[in-house]
């Protein structure tokens, strides 16, 4: 994928808190973040329409400069062109800040379902019963009403059985805009981070408890 770069200059310091924006340049190490966008293509597979959702609370150059990007694409989802004839769907894009300099980088965009909730919007992360910490990748297939109604759980990550479980029942409470064609919501697809932090205060016992 194409990165964009841009000078934000006292953009990028909205973001960083207090403590990191007092440390000396060298210190400051760049992080991302994620910002939801909402796209419209016409019957020729064109973009049609940007609207960032939370662009009012964004400072100026960087909601322009996500402007730009969104503008020339590309995009990760779906891969066929043709499948976004007539497409309204939310773009989940990932944004690296780079403090010590003033920039900023796309690193992806990706079209899927966007989540109704702000606080879900972003990598989730939950504190556990157990010993066990890490992240998950987490696919749902969202349902034409906006729910995760077949919630997947990377196999490949080492996490105990109880974990899953508990994702999985959390997952299948939000709530999500359902993409549509030609007006019609359809079902789709939402991938996320799902980051875990252990909470050793309980015994492993009390992973049967809802998040």
Do not use: H
């Not at 016409?42 to 329409?49: A, F, G, I, Y």
């Not at 992806?108 to 990748?137: A, C, H, N």
């Not at 297939?141 to 996490?159: L, V, Y």
């Amino acid at each position: 994928m194409k990165n964009f770069c841009i000078y934000l200059a006292l953009a990028v310091s909205s973001f960083a808190s207090v403590a990191i924006a007092d440390e000396p340049a060298a210190m400051k190490k760049p992080y991302s973040i994620v910002v939801w966008a909402d796209l419209s293509f016409d019957d020729k597979s064109q973009l049609t329409q940007i609207t960032i959702p939370e662009k009012d609370s964004l400072p100026k150059p960087f909601a322009s400069y996500l402007m730009s990007a969104i503008a020339t694409g590309p995009f990760n989802k779906p891969e066929n062109a043709e499948a976004n004839k007539q497409l309204e769907s939310g773009l989940k894009i990932i944004v690296e800040i780079d403090p010590a300099t003033s920039k900023a980088r796309v690193l992806s965009q990706d079209l899927m379902p966007r989540p109704t909730r702000v606080e879900q919007q972003s990598e989730p992360v939950f504190r556990v019963k157990g010993e066990w910490s890490g992240r998950i990748l987490v696919t749902c297939a969202i349902s034409d009403k906006g729910r995760c109604a077949k919630p997947k759980i990377n196999q490949s990550t080492n996490a105990p059985a109880e974990i899953p479980k508990i994702l999985l029942a959390t997952l299948g409470s939000w709530r999500f805009v359902p993409q549509k064609k030609a007006g019609v919501a359809v079902d789709g697809e939402f991938t996320t981070w799902v980051t875990i932090d252990a909470d050793t205060t309980m015994p492993p016992a009390t992973f049967d408890k809802r998040i």
